[in-house]
């Protein structure tokens, strides 16, 4: 089967590889329809995030199950799922302290970053992280499970309220899905800084955001501007902590290397949280039923789809160009999907 391939930052190829095989009763085989290109691939593919060579990449998936094992009851091949790509043992010591999104194993076992992930037609996984998706909601929908249980864990987190003056610096589909969390949670204002064109006219045209919520292009902080500062960039917490109001939270989700300067006495003196979340923690199955209910209207953020053959070309609109081995601002998407049909 054909399947992307990381090899070094900036060497990804499209290449031959082995079909999966059912070898213990618990696994299932997913044929994949639908894999959502993440900010993690991106960051594979530019050596900030490091994945193992020869892996195959991609992690938001849903498909269709063609093969199970014998102790599988909980789905029957030819059912639509969903798959929660992020393995836990339950057994480590962080699984048993209830942190299953730092299983100690993570390492070994990280779908699409230390073992083979779903940017190609089939993949292995156990009946435990298969989720059913409804007839009605497109493979593209339910693959946007695994960036939204990320989001639900981080919203967990920061115990939001309504009252909180809220921005979001980067309108990306992290940020996107941040806006549908927080409106969940009952936040019905706030500003999403997005420094790119396109996507502020993507945003605009398909009326993603509802009264009471706008699109910026630049974050110029003023004091005590917000309670609460989402940055999925990974590289505006200095120019949150000029905006943050006193008692106020930044949530950290974007995994970029820089360096920050902070100064700790501020954060003391002024009743700061910093709050940093990785993947899911028990909000997976949440994201599944948000997603099936489809009342969320993801799909006005879903607008690029590709091939697996155009693979580059995707990741290319994406602000990540391969050919000239540098990231950029620009950027003609929301979230783009690989399709296989
Ligand atoms: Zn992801
Ligand atoms: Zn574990």
Redesign the pocket.
């Known amino acids: 089967m054909k399947a992307i391939v990381y090899n070094n930052p900036w060497d990804i190829r499209i290449e031959e590889k082995e079909e999966p095989a059912i070898i213990l009763p618990d696994e299932v085989i997913v044929e994949i329809r639908a894999t959502g290109i993440c900010g993690t691939d991106l960051s594979i593919i530019s050596g900030e995030y490091l994945a193992r060579p020869q892996v195959i990449i991609g992690h938001e998936s849903a498909g269709v199950i063609v093969e199970k094992g014998k102790g599988v009851d909980n789905c029957n091949v030819g059912d639509r799922v969903i798959i929660d790509p992020t393995f ?9 302290k209830g942190l ?1 999104n ?5 390492s070994t076992t990280e779908a699409g970053v230390s073992i083979d992930g779903t940017f190609t037609r089939y993949f292995k996984t156990t009946q435990r992280f298969i989720y059913g998706l409804h007839d009605n909601i497109p493979f593209e929908q339910g693959a946007m499970s695994e960036p939204l249980s990320c989001v639900l864990t981080a919203v967990k987190k920061l115990a939001v309220n309504p009252f909180m003056r809220t921005a979001i610096l980067g309108g990306g589909p992290i940020g996107l899905l941040f806006y549908m969390a927080l409106k969940q949670h009952g936040i019905q204002e706030g500003v999403i800084y997005e420094t790119s064109k396109n996507r502020i006219k993507l945003i605009e045209q398909n009326n993603v955001l509802s009264k009471g919520w706008q699109v910026a292009p630049e974050f110029i902080p003023q004091k005590n501007q917000y309670d609460l500062i989402i940055d999925t960039t990974g590289s505006l917490l200095e120019k949150s902590m000029l905006a943050i109001a006193d008692g106020g939270k930044i949530s950290l989700m974007g995994l970029r290397n820089n360096q920050q300067t902070i100064n700790p006495r501020e954060i003391a003196d002024r009743s700061i949280s910093i709050i940093g979340s990785i993947d899911s923690q028990d909000t997976f199955k949440h994201a599944v039923d948000l997603i099936n209910s489809g009342r969320l209207e993801l799909e006005k953020i879903i607008t690029n789809g590709y091939s697996l053959n155009d693979f580059t070309t995707a990741v290319k609109d994406l602000g990540c160009d391969v050919g000239s081995k540098q990231r950029n601002n620009n950027i003609s998407s929301l979230k783009s999907f690989i399709s296989i049909t």
């Open positions: 836990y043992c339950g057994y480590c010591d962080n699984c048993r299953r730092h299983c100690l194993l993570k």
